[in-house]
């Protein structure tokens, strides 16, 4: 295996090594070669002055000196860039317009034949002040900013998660939704990729939902919502991809920021961020730890229809603790104006203990009792990785045409221990024994990425991009389970339900994008291809599966500019969604005595075609984007459960025949005064399950909305107030539905120490309302379950800020991330 990988990496920096000589040397002569043009032409790049991140869809319009008319225009781009084209000789200025920003000039342009291209560099903007009793208040960026394939949502502001998790963000996000245990779904589906920094999800292993919840909230900048991508992104997470771009600072000199924060129920957190920046070399480190407790109830009531009618209630509590640290510690270092190289080591580690207990109630048709036993359950788990990054940045002298590798190892470890004990109250079948178990879960995982993008210009309106992907994953889980022998008084193997059980992947991929800009339409058409070779070994059963496939991933988007204050958009993408290792590991978990769970070996991927349409207003106070979406999917993989003659109820995974989701969102910000502003969301769409297989034949629809205020006061003296409120409707699943789920929050923020620290107080769920209600039916039962967790809590932060770090902070590139990097999914560990 290290043979074959030593030998494929070489093979494709050779390959890169050659066409980079190639590009290089072509790019050199059209510029030598390239003659004069004939009209003239207007660049520049738009960003924020206090967080310098680019500015999308700005209007910029040219006006002439002589009589101030109007004579071009233009919007510009997600990276803020802009290009103005087909003028005359002559003296010029700029109108810059940006939703939440004052109107900027830019002077002293002129074109002429000798000097027919004026690069206005880069121009910053600062968000929009307004002045009350003589006070000046903070000023903010909005909420929400859209984008060509993406809605992004500036969290650094979200009052109301502060003191919470990344995963706490995820529930104020339109269109998300988080379930009881952490998953994260998108506009209804929980195929959704997770990023962080840009790179694909996790954190040094960790499944998508576990690094969000061990990240702190302060330590993010904004959420990136992108439901169309383009080839540039991995094609896994059907429903799209969701970006967690974290707070990082590149200003020369020193600066950092530290957090604190506690809440009642035993919760605390904090992150420590650090920069050096001198000469070409800057240093950065960051350190975030979460120590918290979370508590818990359910209950749930099962009826079976089998040869009898029969009754099964349960009744549970549970208590968690997890104590997670994650260090990261990274140079840049500039070799010259065109070469910069980047290294960073992180190291992350997880402690989580948990105990339940759960009460089992059977009854007969006449609700008498047959069987009453309660289970108690302990948990200690201990989970630890670290991650090396290599990054090397190349730059021409040709604007904005680079190339950029990236090499990521990582490597993670988990042990895990369960203590199962059952003690009877009555039962009706004999006189059992007690039930004692213990299981103890060994895991290993190993996973390396080379990644190379290349970026060529092709004049100012259109350009090229490349890139190819090596990436090789071995997951190794080995489960023990043992018996207590209540005759010998020892534990006993129970080689039934041990396993050992080898997850492997190998996927080689490449794409091409071409933009271009028309006139008033953008165009962005891209496609990726790739080859996966999966292998899965069951060794206690001493079975191989294969499955090998190649697969093709087209995407397209469209944007027509009608003036300048209004687009209409259009957009098409194809992606995947790949069994994990626990939905194909065949041997089945005994977790719970009447819900035994195993995977399926035999998945395929599932594939999703998806189309959307959008429009976007920009006005003066208010912004709306509308929009409406289509979504097919072939051959999805969901949970579906049966139940056998003596009530015991089986869980596996199968490929049914398809699912289609249509529907509609309406996103606005809007300012009622210059203290307040809100930001909301509708969301509506309809949805259809269909199963086809021999042990499935159903369909399911439902239609299904949800909706999200946010309202937003600053006032004077440096207090700030955030009150939210979400609402979601029911989600129906091939076999049930999750009811619906409501719950508001409020926090108070205060600028202290000169403005360079903050103090935060919030409430969340003020209502108590937060609750996980289920309904969940088969051919021989019905369940209804409802589970809770404490969330009514009281939370209180300090944030202090070493040489204004905030107020500077910006995305870093990606090639300067210190956190990116492909996270290995570290599903098949969950317990």
């Known amino acids: 295996m290290l043979k074959r990988l030593l030998k494929t990496v070489s093979v494709y920096l050779l390959f890169w090594i050659v066409l980079g000589g190639h590009v290089f040397a072509t790019g050199t002569e059209q510029q030598q070669g390239r003659g004069s043009s004939v009209s003239g032409v207007i660049t520049g790049v738009l960003k924020d002055k206090e967080q310098e991140s680019p500015l999308m869809y700005a209007s910029i319009v040219v006006h002439s000196v002589a009589d101030s008319a109007m004579v071009a225009g233009a919007i510009s781009d997600e990276d803020g860039r802009f290009v103005i084209e087909d003028l005359s000789t002559g003296n010029y200025y700029l109108v810059i317009n940006y939703v939440g920003y004052p109107r900027q000039e830019v002077n002293d342009i002129r074109i002429t034949p000798r000097s027919e291209v004026h690069d206005t560099g880069t121009i910053y903007i600062t968000p929009d002040t307004s002045v009350l009793s003589e006070v000046t208040v903070e000023a903010t960026r909005e909420l929400m900013e859209v984008g060509l394939d993406r809605r992004v949502f500036n969290v650094a502001q979200e009052l109301t998660a502060v003191g919470g998790s990344a995963l706490d963000l995820m529930q104020n996000i339109p269109s998300v939704a988080v379930d009881f245990d952490g998953n994260v779904s998108l506009r209804g589906s929980d195929n959704v990729t997770i990023l962080i920094d840009g790179r694909p999800s996790g954190l040094l ?58 809440s009642t129920g035993e919760r605390y957190t904090g992150s420590l961020n650090v920069n050096y920046h001198t000469g070409n070399v800057n240093l950065f480190a960051n350190y975030s730890g979460r120590m918290f407790n979370m508590d818990g109830s359910g209950e749930s009531y099962r009826a079976s229809f089998l040869s009898d009618t029969t009754y099964l209630d349960q009744f549970s509590g549970f208590e968690n603790e997890m104590d997670a640290h994650n260090f990261t510690i990274g140079v840049d270092y500039s070799l010259n104006d065109r070469h910069t190289l980047t290294s960073s080591f992180g190291y992350n580690t997880r402690d989580r203990n948990s105990f339940s207990e759960t009460d089992y109630l059977s009854m007969d048709r006449d609700y008498h009792t047959t069987e009453d036993f309660f289970r108690e359950t302990y948990n200690y788990t201990d989970h630890g990785g670290y991650q090396v990054n290599l990054s090397h940045r190349m730059e021409f002298d040709q604007d904005f045409r680079e190339w950029t590798t990236d090499l990521v190892y990582s490597t993670r470890s988990m042990n895990s221990t369960q203590e199962n004990e059952q003690f009877y109250r009555m039962t009706l079948k004999g006189d059992p024994d007690d039930v004692f178990q213990n299981t103890y879960r060994e895991g290993g995982m190993q996973m390396i990425r080379l990644q190379t993008d290349y970026i060529h210009p092709l004049g100012a309106e259109s350009k090229l991009e490349f890139g190819g992907q090596f990436f090789m994953r071995e997951r190794d889980h080995d489960f023990l389970f043992f018996d207590y022998d209540h005759e010998s008084g020892s534990w006993v193997n129970n080689e039934g339900l041990s396993n050992h059980f080898i997850h492997n992947e190998l996927r080689y991929s490449g794409y091409g994008i071409y933009s271009s800009v028309l006139g008033n339409y953008s165009l962005q058409a891209g496609l990726r291809f790739e080859q996966a070779n999966i292998s899965v070994t069951q060794h206690t059963m001493d079975e191989e599966f294969k499955n090998d496939y190649f697969s093709l991933f087209p995407s397209l988007h469209l944007r027509r500019n009608i003036d300048n204050s209004q687009s209409v958009q259009i957009s098409y993408s194809r992606r995947i969604s790949r069994p994990r290792g626990q939905q194909l590991n065949p041997f089945p978990s005994y977790n719970d005595p009447y819900d035994i769970s195993s995977g399926n070996p035999q998945l395929n991927p599932q594939y999703t075609s998806s189309v959307e349409l959008g429009y976007a207003r920009y006005g003066d106070r208010t912004t709306w984007n509308p929009g409406i979406f289509y979504r097919y999917t072939d051959g999805m993989i969901t949970r579906f459960r049966t139940m056998d003659d003596d009530g015991i109820a089986y869980t596996t995974f199968e490929n049914l025949n398809n699912s289609t989701s249509l529907g509609g969102e309406l996103a606005f910000n809007h300012r009622m005064f210059d203290f307040w502003r809100i930001n909301g969301t509708l969301s509506y769409f309809y949805r259809r399950v269909e199963g086809g297989s021999a042990q499935m034949e159903m369909q399911n629809e439902s239609y299904s909305w949800s909706t999200r205020m946010v309202n937003n006061f600053t006032f004077p003296g440096g207090w700030s107030a955030q009150l939210t409120g979400n609402y979601r409707s029911p989600i129906v699943m091939i076999q049930g539905e999750m009811k619906d789920m409501y719950m508001a929050d409020v926090a108070v923020r205060k600028n202290v120490l000169n403005n360079s620290g903050t103090i935060t107080l919030r409430l969340s769920d003020i209502f108590n309302t937060m609750n996980f209600r289920m309904y969940n039916y088969g051919d021989n039962f019905a369940l209804d379950s409802q589970r809770r967790r404490t969330s009514r809590m009281l939370h209180i932060g300090f944030t202090y800020r070493i040489n204004e770090y905030e107020r500077r902070e910006r995305q870093r590139d990606p090639d300067l991330d210190d956190n990116g990097g492909d996270m290995m999914d570290f599903d098949e560990f969950e317990l």
């Open 205 to 262: 292993g960790l499944t998508g939902s576990e690094a969000l919840e061990q990240l702190p909230s302060d330590m993010v900048e904004r959420v990136e919502v992108i439901t169309n991508p383009s080839v540039r992104y991995d094609p896994d997470g059907t429903s799209g991809i969701i970006n967690i771009v974290m707070k990082k600072e590149r200003e020369r000199g020193y600066n950092g920021m530290v957090s604190l924060n506690a």
